[in-house]
């Protein structure tokens, strides 16, 4: 037996009948012809495309702008922070001081902070697939509180056309380069973005879209990975753009459609046109007129006249359940729930609107903690650490041997805002005192830091204190032979 005969027993049964519906040649699958690239060259033919359609569709259509601000909002917020867990309490709050302070100087171009910069990040990737960050090493005249900025670059800084052989032997793969053991090792870029026609006059004799070196080592590639292998990224609308362009083509088709069937309230004839009806204008370049209605008109028509009111064909009760049903199709393709997209809640309660929250922020979670910390937080703070201790402008004894141990650092996203506070917090609460949870979780999982938190506990019961104030938190509360007849004095030493 040879080996394709074998192979076609196997996907066929006993009768005939093949196992898989879908190799099978009948008029179901005829016209369904796949293309199974690698994926690598399926980007490098695809992405450029998508990436305009993806970013068009953000710049006009409401629902994709929607989409991905929603997405950005859930999946930052206010920042994913960073909480030492550097043992000596000196040391930890050291290197959280001088991290607020970098912070704000974090930014090359001084618009926004770190956590910005992670917002306009995320956003980059979500619209084109991918970001480039740069960490930019500065001068100690520059007057930084620690000499190290990062730059956000759009994913066309790194031609994807561009595979070649570098002078070294490594080879250049869709503008990355590789060395012998597949590690990256350098990024090809351009000085400028190749499709902004402003910088063009300022480019002089085109240097900027000539291609330099950047070391790997000061470039950040934010992105999903999706397939096993891949090395640029995909565009988060990819799946929705055709679906979203027809969508919003027809939901506007459906205005114009209404809009001039409204225009008319009604049309006369009469058997002589050349007599004038109450109400009616001039005549246009056409010698058409058209008589106009005013509240409590009262129009007494002509022997031979009659009058015949526009009713315009409505868009129909399925018109509604229509746009709902594409636009959960759309919101499954971008990862997000109906009610983000949409912003309609009709069709919610307490359960259904819960449920669906967790199943996204289940898969938000992922991506804040696969791809965002892994692939741009851990190696900024591990970056602004090495300049800073470098710099003098933090004190690590022993860090040469120790880097692992002051370089570990917990990632705190933006806490989650539940439907319901009460029953959240209760059930927070009977999970902390059957010793389920610690409260450093449950106040890691609000984004707070446990020990920040502490500390504004303990100053504000020192400050009540010392105002003799007494609220229901107190165990003193309610007892009136327990309370200080006077308010302790505050120390004047």
Known sequence: MSFFSAIRRRLFGTNGTLIYDGVGSGHRSLAWMPVNLGAVSALAYAQSDLRAKSRDLVRRNAWAAAGVEAFVANAIGTGIKPQSMVKDQAIREAIHALWWDWVEEADTAGLTDFYGLQSLSVRAMLEGGEAFIRIRLRRPEDDLSVPLQLQVLEPEHVPITYNTVAN???????GIEFDSLGRRVAYWMYRSHPDDALLAPMSGSG???????????????LFRPLRPGQIRGEPWLARALIKLHELDQYDDAELVRKKTAAMFAGFITRLSPEDNLMGEGMTDANGVALA?????????????EDIKFSQPADVGSSYSEFMRQQFRAVAAAMGI????LTGDLTQVNYSSIRAGL???????????????VHQLCRPVFRAWMEQAVLAGALTLPGYATRRRDYQSVKWIPQ???WVDPLKETEAMKSAIRSGLMSRSEAISANGYDAED????????NARADSLGLIFDSDP??????????TPPQPSQE
């Not at 938190?453 to 303990?458: K, L, P, Q």
């Not at 003193?476 to 007849?485: C, D, I, Q, T, V």
């Open 476 to 485: 003193r509360y309610g007892k009136a032979n327990e309370l200080p007849s």
């Open 168 to 174: 070294n032997g490594n080879s250049i793969r869709c």
């Open 453 to 460: 938190v502490d500390r504004e506990i303990a100053a504000d």
């Open 415 to 417: 806490g989650w805002q």
């Open 337 to 340: 729930t109906y009610e983000m």
């Open 207 to 221: 240097g900027d879209l000539i291609p330099v070196r950047v070391p790997a080592t000061e470039v950040i590639h």
């Open 292 to 304: 106009g209605l005013e509240p409590g008109t009262l129009q007494i028509l002509e022997p031979g």
């Open 358 to 372: 967790l199943e996204f922020r289940r898969r938000c979670e992922a991506i804040q903690h696969s791809v965002i």
